[in-house]
């Protein structure tokens, strides 16, 4: 019973060429999160939603986009990859009710980059 | 200073012994906490979170110290299928639960 779901787990893509991360939740979570983990690394939160209201971390860089078309699903697009970006990234969402709520992560999608 | 700091191990135990992990936070306006499990190449998962009082969950017991801005997992009867990283996470509570993460434990439990 996923609750939140990310596709594809393995992207392979080309140096430079876009690519579209995608996560769903059943949750109906109003928060949406996408980290960048790379290997023996904390996650990197890059950006979050609250509902409709997008929020950038200062440090990620421009070429990395979100879209949020509904409640359910939250894109990461990379508009020209490098070979720095080559890393798992995550999906997680939150109830913002009150503190202390956990995030609840999706599988993953490992990036190569070639 | 990092925000929050662990020991990155590895600790090495055999089946059944108990191990203890610690972690550090840099803002004392944290106010959530939590510990997360994570396999190797997978997503974190909740463990548990960390309650002021101390909670406990079977064999795993936390504690959290806000006078010392320190958090602990105790492990006992460690199992083969413990072995995996520990992320100590913080939330930062600004506004949103921006979760602040530890670089994680990991631990090996052995035959």
């Known amino acids: 019973d996923a609750m939140v779901i990310q596709n594809p787990r393995y992207q392979v893509t080309q140096f430079g060429k876009p690519v579209t991360l995608s996560c769903s939740q059943t949750?109906?979570?109003?928060?949406m999160y996408w980290y960048q983990q790379k290997s023996s690394q904390a996650p990197k939160l890059l950006f979050h939603y609250y509902d409709k209201d997008f929020n950038n971390e200062a440090d990620t860089p421009d070429n990395f986009q979100s879209r949020r078309p509904n409640t359910s699903f939250c894109f990461l697009d990379i508009r020209s990859p490098g070979l720095g970006d080559a890393a798992m990234y995550l999906c997680?969402?939150?109830?913002?009710?009150?503190?202390?709520?956990?995030?609840?992560f999706g599988d993953g999608t490992r990036l190569s980059i070639l | 200073r990092k925000e929050v700091e662990q020991d990155p191990g590895p600790f090495n135990v055999p089946e059944g012994a108990t191990v203890a992990f610690n972690c550090t936070y840099s803002?004392?306006?944290?106010?959530?906490f939590f510990w997360y499990r994570q396999d190797c190449r997978k997503e974190p998962k909740l463990l548990m979170s960390v309650y002021s009082s101390g909670n406990e969950d079977g064999r795993f017991t936390a504690q959290l110290n806000r006078a010392s801005q320190y958090i602990s997992l105790l492990i006992r009867d460690s199992k083969l299928s413990d072995s995996a990283t520990y992320l100590c996470?913080?939330?930062?509570?600004?506004?949103?639960?921006?979760?602040?993460f530890g670089t994680g434990t990991r631990l090996l439990v052995s035959p």
């Open positions: 949750l109906n979570h109003n928060v």
């Open positions: 803002n004392s306006a944290s106010q959530s």
């Open positions: 997680a969402t939150s109830s913002p009710l009150g503190g202390g709520q956990p995030q609840h």
């Open positions: 996470v913080v939330n930062d509570d600004t506004g949103f639960q921006k979760l602040v």
